[in-house]
């Protein structure tokens, strides 16, 4: 082995020591939770963040080609209460903006009939947004699917149909007893 | 001597209540098709069973016909307070049968809530909701804000429509009869809904890029919550859904609409419209809407958390707007509202305290009776300040000269004092729980005023004892007191009389 080769392996064991040894780089986007960002809305004012949760409602395009939707980050979002979930409170969600191009391979929003997509977005936190007036959502940059969308199928029970019909009947034989009486 | 009630007492409250349940019943098909056009079966079972209650009773009071004796005052009032509580029972059972609730009674305060047109809610994933039970819940609201027994008068009236008609918290009658009054405000209500529906729909499909159907969804929803002030929304972050100036700015016109008393708009329909503005209820809520609206933007200018004008006034606009009308929609979530310290909390609490107008869709104090109390207020002022022989004038402005009597101050004074009470008994009972003190009285303002704004205490995790508060705040400030303590005085002539 000569002597180049001899610094060569010198210089890179030490690069290598030191890359393992100092502390990683810190990314430039604070991972957070959507209750967070609401908790902390002002101090993450500017700030790169990334959260997780379920799309909901609805996906409106509009005409400056963005995307506007709902990112809830609740007990929900993985297990809505149509699959057995507890009512725990109300759901937590944030709004969210991004460019068109960005949402086509979404599955439809979460709702009655569909868990929404689970997604992981980066991007900036606009609070109380100057452009527009007082708004906060957080402009997404970066999205990826962690979860497809699903559709939520209905277990139908029949007790409450037997119930009403039976309830409506006889409703409907007192209503006929009156009137005859009458 | 205080009498007990006779089973023919009975028989006029059980026949008149019997009505208005098939009144409620055949509203309550509305939902049921919904239901069943948009194939969500679990709801349509639920529908089934609250419209078959509806029906059966309806049907069971209606055989009860009394012989001889006719609807007075007090059966009319015990009508109307137990129809505001046998409703809200039988109308929580779809909302309980979604699974959306902890705890039965959680149910039942979101139907009180609907129907009062309060909008404080304990659903969970509201999300994920099936949409026929959004609709329920939101049209809980239109039937609550016009009034079921304004619906129930609409089909029939008879000789105690009057009775019931002043029941329900309404205080003018605007045209002769009580049918008419009422066709009259339907009337009012269909035009609104038709071009508040056709105004949100259009801005949701051109403006935010809904599909079609959703828009028209949203703005029936809407529509529903904003013209009778209930303040539900279909998604969790109501109206900051849109995120839409243009929507929030139809969504204020409807709120405005809402909290204008059904006089005003018959005015404003067959004119003259100048003489509008003479009248001291206007007078009065331009005033009060000003001068909250001050208090607020000051007060979130102090805090910091707005770093434009234009964004600090969209936003105080609309959450001043939506407090004074008694409507509850909201553009910031409730951790946000939470902290709005200082003068915005005091403009916010004021705004929703006072109320919109009499004789609206709108819950509070009234401007009218805030008015008045100003106006009686002044004179007693002038009267000690001017030489003992000097006459006061006493008259005010009202659809038409009217004179401030001893008897209609001691009226309005007393319904505004029993007003304070209820906000403090919300309010105390929050503190006995180791809420805040801002937090209390802030969520039982607005419940008292069926306003709905929530700073977060609101929760299913909240105690038994303070829901059961927050909904007896809801029915009474609704019904505006007269009807309860009538039901009061019925249970207690029953109990102790002879």
Known sequence: MGEGQVRRLVRFTFLATLFLLLPAPASAAEEVSVPEVLELGAELAGEEVTVEGELVGDYGVRDDGSMWTQLNGDAYAHRPIREGNLPVGANVGIALRMPVEQTEALDPPGGYRHRGPIVRVTGVWKYHDSRRPGESYLEVRSLTITEPGRQLDEEVDLTPVVVGALLMVGAGIIALLTRSED | ?498
Not at chain 2, 75 to 87: D, K, Q
Not at chain 2, 120 to 145: E, I, K, M, T, Y
Not at chain 2, 207 to 224: A, Q
Not at chain 2, 262 to 280: D, E, I, K, M, T
């Open chain 2, 1 to 498: 001597m205080l009498i007990r009630p006779v089973a023919e007492d009975l028989r006029v409250i059980g026949f008149y209540m019997g009505r208005i349940s098939l009144v409620v019943a055949g509203a309550s098909l509305l939902p049921l098709a919904w239901a069943g056009i948009a194939r969500e079966w679990n709801p349509f079972g639920s529908f089934l069973m609250m419209t078959g209650v509806f029906a059966l009773l309806g049907v069971i009071g209606v055989r009860l016909a009394p012989k001889e004796s006719e609807l007075d005052w007090s059966h009319g009032m015990v009508v109307v307070a137990l129809t505001w509580l046998i409703v809200p029972v039988i109308g929580a059972i779809p909302l309980l049968l979604s699974g959306h609730f902890g705890r039965p009674l959680d149910a039942l305060f979101d139907a009180m809530s609907g129907l009062t047109t309060t909008g404080l809610s304990l659903l969970s994933d509201v999300d994920h909701l099936a949409s026929s039970l959004n609709f329920w819940r939101h049209f809980l609201q239109f039937l609550g804000g016009q009034g079921i027994i304004l619906a129930a008068l609409t089909i029939f009236a008879g000789t105690g429509g009057i009775t019931l008609y002043f029941g329900e918290a309404r205080d003018e009658r605007i045209l002769p009869s009580v049918t008419s009054t009422a066709r009259f405000i339907w009337a009012v209500s269909v035009v609104h809904l038709i071009f508040g529906v056709t105004a949100l729909g259009l801005v949701g499909w051109l403006v935010l890029g809904f599909d079609l159907d959703r828009s028209l969804f949203h703005g029936l929803m809407i529509f529903f919550a904003g013209f009778d002030t209930g303040g539900f929304s279909p998604q969790s972050t109501s109206i900051g859904y849109y995120h839409s100036a243009i929507f929030e700015g139809v969504t204020a016109l409807l709120m405005v609409a809402g909290a204008m008393s059904f006089g005003l708009h018959y005015a404003l329909w067959r004119g003259p419209r100048r003489s509008v503005f003479a009248n001291l209820e206007t007078r009065t809520i331009l005033s009060t809407f000003g001068f909250t609206m001050v208090l607020t933007l000051l007060g979130l200018a102090a805090t910091g958390l707005f770093v434009d004008v234009a964004g600090l006034t969209r936003q105080g606009f609309f959450q001043v707007l939506s407090a004074h009308t008694g409507t509850g929609f909201s553009t910031v979530p409730s951790a946000e509202l939470a902290k709005w310290g200082g003068l915005a909390f005091g403009g916010m609490a004021i705004a929703m305290a006072l109320g919109g107008m009499g004789s609206s869709t709108a819950g509070g104090v009234k401007s009218l009776r805030i008015g008045l109390t100003i106006k009686a207020v002044v004179n007693q002022i002038r009267q000690v300040l001017l030489p003992e022989h000097a006459l006061v004038g006493t008259a005010y402005h009202q659809s038409g000269r009217k004179h401030l009597t001893p008897a209609l101050i001691q009226s309005v004074m007393i319904v505004s004092l029993l007003y304070v009470a209820l906000y403090l008994l919300g309010a105390g009972m929050g503190l006995a729980y180791g809420i805040p003190l801002q937090a209390s009285l802030f969520e039982s303002v607005s419940a008292s005023a069926n306003v709905g704004l929530s700073v977060g205490v609101t929760d299913p995790s909240m105690p038994i004892l303070l829901e059961l508060v927050y909904m007896l705040q809801m029915w009474a400030g609704r019904l505006e007191f007269v009807a309860v303590f009538s039901l009061l005085g019925f249970v207690y002539s029953w109990v102790r009389g002879k």
